[in-house]
C-alpha cells in the first residue's frame, strides 16, 4: 500500500504525513537561511558566490531570450550588445523582466490564467522599450565595442544639509 492509497486521517495517514514534512523541513530551513538580505535578486546584498550564481542565471535567461525575440524582431535597435552585463540598467531590468519570466510561465500551476498575455504586454515589451531608451546600450551595439555608460553629474550622498532637512521635516 503507498502512502496516496492512506485514509489522510487515519495513525498511518497523519504518520505518512509527518514523515513528508519531517523530509521537506529541513531544507525549507535551508533555504531560508541562505537568502540573501533583500531578496536572491537584490544584488546589491548578495555575497559573491550568490550572485555568480545569479550571473550564471541571467545569462541563461538573456540567451535564450535573444535567440527566442531580439533575434526575430524587425527593429535591430532591441538588439542587446555582447557588453550587455556591463551596463547596470540592463543588469537590473533584464534580472527583473527574467523574474517575472519565472513567475509567468511557473510550471506548477496548470490552472488557465492570463500570466502569459501579461508577462508579453507588461513585463517584455516595455523593459524592451526602456533598454532602448534608457540603458545606454546604442553606442556599443552600433559600435560593436563597449563604452562606458553616461558618467551624469556625481552621485547622491547623504549630507549635513540631507539630514537636517529630513529631520525638519518629521
Known amino acids: 500500500m503507498s502512502d496516496d492509497d492512506l485514509d489522510p ?3 498511518e495517514g497523519l504518520d505518512a504525513r ?3 514534512v519531517e523530509t521537506i523541513l529541513p531544507d525549507l530551513f535551508d533555504m531560508y537561511e541562505l537568502r540573501a538580505a533583500g531578496g536572491p535578486y537584490y544584488w546589491e546584498a548578495l555575497n559573491h558566490d550568490q550572485a555568480v550564481k ?3 542565471e541571467l545569462g541563461k535567461f538573456v540567451t535564450w531570450l535573444d535567440g527566442r525575440y531580439l533575434t526575430n524582431l524587425a527593429d535591430p ?3 542587446l550588445p555582447e557588453c550587455w552585463y556591463r ?3 540592463a543588469g537590473e531590468e533584464l534580472t527583473a523582466l527574467m523574474v517575472s519570466h519565472r513567475a509567468a510561465f511557473d510550471t506548477r500551476s496548470a490552472k488557465a490564467s492570463s500570466a502569459l498575455v501579461d508577462w508579453h504586454q ?13 540603458a545606454g546600450l546604442a553606442g ?12 551624469g553629474p556625481a552621485t547622491f550622498n547623504v549630507t549635513d544639509g540631507y539630514r537636517q532637512y529630513v529631520d525638519m521635516n518629521d
Open 140 to 151: 556599443c551595439r552600433d559600435r560593436s565595442e563597449h563604452r562606458e555608460p553616461h558618467a
Open 77 to 79: 535597435s532591441y538588439r
Open 122 to 134: 507588461r513585463a517584455l515589451w516595455p523593459t524592451l522599450d526602456s533598454l532602448k531608451l534608457r
Open 18 to 20: 509527518l514523515v513528508n
Open 9 to 11: 486521517m487515519s495513525i
Open 87 to 89: 551596463h547596470p540598467i
Open 54 to 56: 545569479l550571473w550564471d
